[in-house]
Antibody, heavy 123, light 108 residues
Framework: EERLVESGGGLVQPGASLRLSCAASGFTFKNYIMTWVRQAPGKGLEWSSY????????FYADSVQGRFTVARDNAKNSLFLLMNSLRVDDTAIYYC????????????????WGRGTLVTVSS | SYVLTQPPSVSVAPGQTARIICGGNNIGSYTVHWYQQKPGQAPILVVH???DRPSGIPERFSGSHSGNTATLIISRVEAGDEADYYC???????????FGGGTKLTVL
């Protein structure tokens, strides 16, 4: 069974750092682009980061650019998100998701999601 | 910045057809994908590339895309279809992903 399992969430104070992990199993992790998507309580989905197969290409949403760092370890089938300078509005469930290429150029979608890990930023 | 617009809510009786719209300026230039999210659960992909259905998704789920509107169509709606639905595109120019604000489908 293909699975993604996130971990590392918790309660932190504003300005703190946190490292999220995502463990992949049941598929060849190194063959897929990966991403992090977050969802604030009661709100919609917000994409945050993209990392290519070899880690050579990385994109971030403007809301996390300069504070978050996405990384992967293909040998360990793992995806990471290092979050620095956390703010109250970073409070959300963080999902890792597998990306697939669509039929057209520059079209991507997310075909496998983890259950998410909750990050709460509060003083 | 580019914005995808969805109605906050749609209501439909069981057995009827639900249509959830996703609008955006020049959305015809993008390929649209759709997700279903039930309370307390992760999203799941229900339609990709405007109208393709992943394996395991019932044929009742379909999609269309015309002009400045993409539509998720759910035929013969069931109580179990009650969920939030999100449209999504990838902006290849800005290299980022956009989600619509989500539509809550209520089955009356």
């Amino acid at each position: 069974e293909e699975r993604l399992v996130e971990s590392g969430g918790g309660l932190v104070q504003p300005g703190a750092s946190l490292r999220l992990s995502c463990a992949a199993s049941g598929f060849t992790f190194k063959n897929y682009i990966m991403t992090w998507v977050r969802q604030a309580p009661g709100k919609g989905l917000e994409w945050s980061s993209y990392i290519s197969i070899s880690s050579s290409t990385i994109f971030y949403a403007d809301s996390v650019q300069g504070r978050f760092t996405v990384a992967r370890d293909n040998a360990k089938n793992s995806l990471f998100l290092l979050m620095n300078s956390l703010r109250v509005d970073d409070t959300a469930i963080y999902y890792c998701a597998r990306m697939r290429s669509g039929h057209s150029i520059s079209s991507y979608y997310f075909d496998l999601w983890g259950r998410g890990t909750l990050v709460t930023v509060s003083s | 910045s580019y914005v995808l617009t969805q109605p906050p809510s749609v209501s439909v009786a069981p057995g009827q057809t639900a249509r959830i719209i996703c609008g955006g300026n020049n959305i015809g230039s993008y390929t649209v994908h759709w997700y279903q999210q039930k309370p307390g659960q992760a999203p799941i992909l229900v339609v990709h590339d405007d109208s393709d259905r992943p394996s395991g998704i019932p044929e009742r789920f379909s999609g269309s895309h015309s002009g400045n509107t993409a539509t998720l169509i759910i035929s013969r709606v069931e109580a179990g279809d009650e969920a939030d639905y999100y449209c999504q595109v990838w902006d290849g120019v800005g290299n980022h992903c956009l989600f619509g604000g989500g539509t809550k489908l209520t089955v009356l």
